[in-house]
């Protein structure tokens, strides 16, 4: 749900703004809007202010800096020392941290440059056989791929300087060669020139390598090979006693920075006067005490006042989620928007009770489930420990909170998939049939379901001994005689969320008094209810003189339902609405992907089992650990091929064909954002 909010005016003596600014800081429950008032000075401070400003951002940046090459950002922050100290103590780690950032660059570089150039290097030495120390010439080292390239830059130097130059080769793996080409020092550029038009370029080696000569070159990738390793573990191990000793103190010093220059971005958003300044902003409804508490020791100096927030006129008031401990794990699965506009609704708790539901709809597979049980788990075991879980392909770092977070969605789709596994009987496909754990039984199907397998399928579960067994299958969604019955379930699903979407938009629009929506919202729900009653009583078109039957209700409901449509279609003046009701009678159709996806990818999951399960029954004793191999290679790789599906299909049906509708796109609010320390943040 969307946490209530209340509005707040603070006025206060300018004397004491800073003072009244770091207690609100403190408190960490005021959202500052910019305030604009005539007579009143606004936006960026100045004067004397700014220039405290700069010297405060100077300073942070250096110590941001110096945390930053020490690795130590996340430093345990020490006990703040006198402010006076501050710069002094930032200088004191400072210039060794940069002197030792500078030197581990330094070899880094140094041992990048050898693992790329190093063979390269020593070979073209070998090939200048000592040439490259010479006063007279100059050598143009390159390397050649093929044969080709090498006949092609001989021809271009015979054509260019004839008889004049002289070309080394040294081979430096199967599919390169290096060359050197030996000419005098006034015709370097001669040369240079005749390999660019043999598609060649000059070996330029980077940083202080690049105009040694060649010989040296390799003595000091040499020296590098040798020194370099212990010298960067030396001033890894000296950056870390520094990080160790200074880091701590950094730490402090950079937030304390940090929250002054937060007061003054607050300060610069009021309006202010030689004497007095105003503070506009927004605080939670269930915080309001804690705004009370922290501004009661400036009773005489400040005073504030609260107004209750018109949820009808929500724009520009901060949106904050309250939700239960189990819904807000899946909020940050909305954050790839803003959030919904104050006095709308939050739609946290949707996702997170039917993305699971239907994930694990569509998985429906015990073995699937343990395997993304088991995934949860260490992920949640890493939060614990407040370990951070880096994602290369990705190229994200999930931190503790977050990484817990998506510990618990993952938990809760994985038991998902396994209840729903019990149901259909599946456990990597349908290995627990063939060991005989789960059955078919036809007639429990048939009470429960109203659904009778075909004799054709009942003697083909009986040759394949599916009909005996300890549990019975209670979803056999892979057979074929029920696959009707899924695909009605999952429709009616669809008109469910299709008719509670448009539902809340009709509410919503009422609520605020938008009444051009309202009626489009409403006109929607009637051409709804209108199109599916045409489908049921057709039977899909198949029996289209059952719609004159106006003795029916049904078929007096759906004209009722026309009516309506075409009453909104009016009142709204929204021609398209035609065109937009055939499409979201398409999207209640788009609720089989829920049957589609998962049938298809259960077939698939049988197929990987029927393949390691024959294989195993040919061959006695190697047969059965043949097939069990083959049998996981086949289901890893159907489960890769599948599993973006798996999770993308859900998350469509409840962000694209729910949302859609109610409008959570169209009206978007501002994210609450505290004006609270640094170190909270």
């Known amino acids: 749900m969307i946490n209530p909010m209340q509005q707040v005016v603070v006025a206060g003596r300018q004397s004491d703004s800073r003072a009244v600014m770091q207690a609100l800081q403190q408190a960490g429950v005021l959202h500052i809007v910019p305030l604009e008032a005539q007579g009143f000075q606004s936006g960026p401070l100045s004067g004397q202010a700014a220039e405290e400003r700069r010297d ?100 271009a130097l015979e054509a260019e300087l004839p008889g004049r130059f002289a070309l080394g080769t040294e081979r430096v793996s199967d599919r390169l060669t290096a060359v050197v080409v030996a000419v005098l020092r006034t015709e370097r550029d001669r040369a240079r020139v005749a390999l660019g038009k043999a598609r060649l370029g000059e070996l330029r080696l980077p940083g202080r390598f690049e105009r040694l000569p060649l010989s040296e070159v390799a003595a000091a990738f040499e020296q590098v090979t040798r020194t370099a390793p212990q010298a960067l573990e030396q001033v890894q191990a000296e950056k870390g006693a520094l990080a160790k000793q200074h880091g701590p103190l950094l730490a402090a010093i950079r937030d304390a920075l940090a929250d002054r220059v937060g007061i003054d971005d607050a300060r610069a958003q009021t309006a202010r006067g030689k004497y007095g300044f105003v503070l506009q902003g927004y605080v939670p409804a269930d915080r309001v005490a804690d705004l009370q508490g922290v501004l009661a020791p400036f009773k005489n100096s400040a005073t504030f006042e609260l107004h209750p927030v018109d949820a009808h006129h929500g724009d520009g008031v901060p949106v904050q989620l309250k939700n239960s401990s189990y819904t807000e794990n899946f909020e940050f699965m909305l954050n ?53 879980l880096p994602i290369g392909l990705l190229g994200i770092t999930l931190d503790p909170a977050t990484l817990k977070r998506v510990g618990v969605v993952l938990r809760t789709m994985s038991l998902w998939a396994i209840a729903w596994g019990v149901a259909t009987g599946e456990f990597f496909g349908n290995v627990l049939e063939k060991l005989h754990v789960f059955f078919y039984d036809p007639a429990l199907i048939q009470r429960v379901w109203g659904v009778q397998f075909s004799e054709l399928t009942i003697e083909h579960l009986q040759e394949e001994g599916h009909l005996k067994g300890l549990i019975p299958i209670i979803f056999p969604r892979v057979q074929s005689d029920f696959s009707n019955t899924i695909m009605l379930l999952c429709i009616a699903v669809g008109v469910i969320f299709m008719l509670w979407s448009w539902g809340l938009k009709a509410q919503l629009t009422w609520k605020h008094k938008h009444m051009h929506h309202f009626w489009e919202a409403v006109g929607m729900l009637g051409g709804l209810v209108g199109l599916i009653l045409l489908a049921y009583i057709s039977k899909a078109g198949q029996n289209f003189g059952a719609l004159g039957n106006f003795a029916d209700p049904l078929v007096l409901v759906m004209l009722v339902g026309f009516v309506v449509f075409v009453v909104g279609l009016i009142a709204s003046k929204t021609p398209l609405m035609l065109i937009e009701l055939l ?99």
């Open 583 to 681: 499409s979201n009678g398409g999207n209640i159709i788009s609720f089989t992907r829920l049957f589609a996806v998962g049938v298809a990818a259960a077939i698939l999951a049988n197929l990987a089992t029927d393949v390691g399960w024959g294989l195993g029954g040919v061959l006695p004793i190697i047969g059965p650990l043949f097939g069990i191999v083959l049998g996981i290679l086949v289901h890893t790789f159907l489960f890769v091929l599948t599993i973006l599906g798996h999770v993308m299909q859900p998350i469509r049906l409840v962000w694209v064909e729910y949302l859609n509708p109610t409008g959570f796109y169209q009206e978007t609010g501002v994210r609450y954002s505290p004006f609270a320390p640094a170190a909270r943040k």
């Open 56 to 155: 405060t951002e100077r300073l942070l940046a250096r110590a941001e800096s110096t945390l930053g090459e020490l690795d130590a950002s996340r430093a345990t922050r020490a006990a703040l020392p006198a402010e006076s100290e501050w710069s002094a103590v930032v200088e004191q780690a400072a210039g060794p941290a940069a002197a030792l950032s500078e030197r581990e660059a330094e070899l880094r570089a140094d041992l990048d440059t050898q693992r790329s150039y190093g063979e390269v290097v020593s070979a073209l030495a070998r090939a200048a056989g000592g040439l490259d120390r010479s006063a007279r010439l100059s050598l143009l080292p390159l390397t050649v791929e093929t044969a080709a390239e090498l006949q092609a830059a001989q021809n």
């Open 336 to 388: 790839i928007s803003d959030p919904p506009k104050y006095g709308t609704f939050d739609p946290s708790w949707i996702v997170a009770w039917f993305f699971p539901l239907f994930f694990g709809f569509i998985v429906a597979d015990i073995g699937f489930g343990l395997v993304f049980l088991l995934a949860a788990l260490w992920g949640l075991g890493k939060a614990r420990r407040g370990e951070s």
